[in-house]
Structure formats: C-alpha cells, structure tokens
C-alpha cells in the first residue's frame, strides 16, 4: 500500500502562511480519499480538509473555510495544504490521510472520520506564534 510523508511544516507568526505536501511512494494515490487532520496537545485527532479521488471536490471544516485550500496531483502523487491567515488556535500535528473505499467520500459524515482512512502519515508540526 502507499506509504505517506508529510513536509512543509514549520513556526509562523499570526496572519502568515504555510504550504503542507503529502508525498506517496509505493502506490499510486490516484482511487485513493485523501484528507488532512490535525492534533493539538491534548486533544483528539481532527478532521481539517478533505478531497475526492479526483481533486474536483472539497470539504472543510468551519473553522478554515475561506483561509486553507485543499488540492492533489495525482500524476505527482502528491497532496497539498495551502494554509493562510494562520491563527494560533491553527497549532497542532498535521497529519495526511489517504482511505482505500472511495465511496466515502460521498458520505459527508464518514469522509470526516478518522478511522475511515486506512493509510497515515508520521505528522509533521505547525506552530502559529501570536
């Protein structure tokens, strides 16, 4: 199966941006669901963004609509987080996920879930300074 690798973490202050990458090796993430989650200290792991295996529909949750965007390059196996306006209650591990079931995505409850993503990644940390 694919094997995930996150990148392009780092320390910003309020107001800036940052760019996460998904990486994939070992398989294509092409039929894959893919989303992002994120877990601050203390708190349990969070539905951020997701996206169809296509790239051609998103979902986010409330509190990043507007300021983070989703997006995927299947031909570079690659998945994306533009994250903007950062604002410190945006610090946390940042984990990427991919779901083998395509089907769902169609589901706007299960595409939110957690454990409906069989493959992971190790995390890769935001901090967001006020």
């Known amino acids: 199966q694919a094997q995930l690798v996150e990148s392009g973490g780092g320390l910003v202050q309020a107001g800036g941006s940052l760019k996460l990458s998904c990486a994939a090796s070992?398989?294509?993430?092409?039929?894959?669901?893919m989303g992002w989650f994120r877990q601050a200290p203390g708190k349990e792991r969070a539905f951020v963004a997701g996206?169809?295996?296509?790239?051609?529909?998103?979902d986010y949750t409330d509190s990043v609509k507007g300021r983070f965007t989703i997006s995927r390059d299947n031909a570079k196996n690659t998945m994306y987080l533009q994250m903007n306006s950062l604002k410190p209650e945006d610090t946390a591990v940042y984990y990427c996920a991919a779901s083998r079931n395509r089907d769902i995505y169609y589901d706007a409850y299960r595409r939110r879930r957690a454990n409906e993503y069989d493959v992971w990644g190790q995390g890769t940390q935001v901090t967001v300074s006020s």
């Open positions: 996206v169809i295996w296509d790239g051609s529909t998103t």
């Open positions: 070992g398989r294509t993430i092409n039929p894959y669901t």
